[in-house]
DNA sequence: CTGTAATCCTGCGAGC
DNA sequence: TGCTCGCAGGATTACA
């Protein structure tokens, strides 16, 4: 579900509302999530107060004092948010940390299961396993290196915006969003674009990204920000989810196609395959 | 090495 | 109503 603007929504929420604040109290569930966990979370994390949340791609860091570096990912439902204690506690709500100073908890809920927490002891083995991941920030893409990375592939441009790895944190919603924006069709092979469309599309991904996240990302189920509230860039779409709608620029109806095992969304005659 | 499928998990809407 | 099927913002693994 959440995707950068969604986990950048999250960092931004939380932030104000974590940091200098102190874990005091772990409240584990039964279920464990996407990788089991041997940490025992009160000995490693209670008492230690947030030195700073931040996000890269679509995974979200807290460090910690005088310590550890907790890595969090939403995966398809997480919601990360924090609540006041005496709020109802909403079903697969899997971890609750009790904070100081007021009476309210940080909660994670995950209702698919999909999302992760792990915890590293040194800031080194942190950055080692987001580096071996992913690539750059898309706020942060030297234009050569986008071209010589799709130049380098045959994979559909979907496919290749989904791959972490060239570029962190674009997922299925604005893929589809920055290919309709750069009017390129998502099947289209990588290394079939010009410099000129490779320059157009890594501009259309910062845009649409940056539109999101002012519009504190989109929820269209489950999502919500830090402190509770939903997205709306979702009204603000142009190809994801809208098949059978008419495109936006021509009124053409857009369609869906399964393209890397996504749904991908598109306007068959503004976006078309270069072949 | 490269690229696509299957997998993990729960819930929901569509269709019968 | 109630059942089954397919699909959902993601990452990882297993295989062609």
């Not at 269209?220 to 142009?238: A, C, K």
């Amino acid at each position: 579900m959440p995707e950068l603007p969604e986990v950048e929504t999250v960092v931004r929420d939380l932030r104000p509302l974590l940091v200098g604040r102190s874990f005091q109290t772990a409240n584990v569930g039964e279920l464990s999530l996407r990788r089991k966990w041997d940490v025992d979370w009160n000995e490693k994390l209670i008492g230690r107060s947030v030195v700073s949340i931040q996000r890269r791609g679509k995974w979200i860091t807290l460090h910690f004092n005088d310590g550890p570096w907790l890595l969090v990912h939403l995966g398809m439902t997480g919601q990360f948010t924090v609540n006041a204690a005496a709020e109802p506690l909403p079903d697969h709500t899997h971890l609750r940390f009790g904070l100081s100073g007021r009476a309210d908890e940080l909660r994670f809920r995950d209702v698919r299961r999909f999302g992760s927490f792990d915890l590293f002891t040194v800031r080194a083995q942190l950055e080692a396993f987001l580096d071996a991941r992913l690539g750059p920030e898309p706020f942060a893409v030297d234009p050569k290196y986008f071209q010589k990375k799709l130049s380098g592939t045959v994979r559909p441009l979907k496919a290749a915006l989904l791959d972490q790895s060239l570029i962190a944190g674009v997922g299925n919603i604005y893929a589809d969003e920055a290919l309709f924006a750069a009017q390129l069709h998502p099947s289209t092979r990588a290394n079939d674009l010009t410099a000129k469309q490779c320059e157009r599309l890594r501009m259309a991904v910062e845009t649409v990204l940056i539109k999101a996240i002012e519009g504190r990302g989109s929820t269209i189920r489950d999502y919500i920000g830090g402190s509770g509230l939903r997205g709306t860039f979702q009204n603000e779409f142009t190809a994801y989810g809208r098949t059978g709608e008419p495109c936006v620029r021509c009124e053409t109806p857009i369609e869906v196609l399964r393209i890397a095992g996504r749904s991908s969304h598109f306007c068959p005659k503004c976006q078309v395959a270069n072949e």
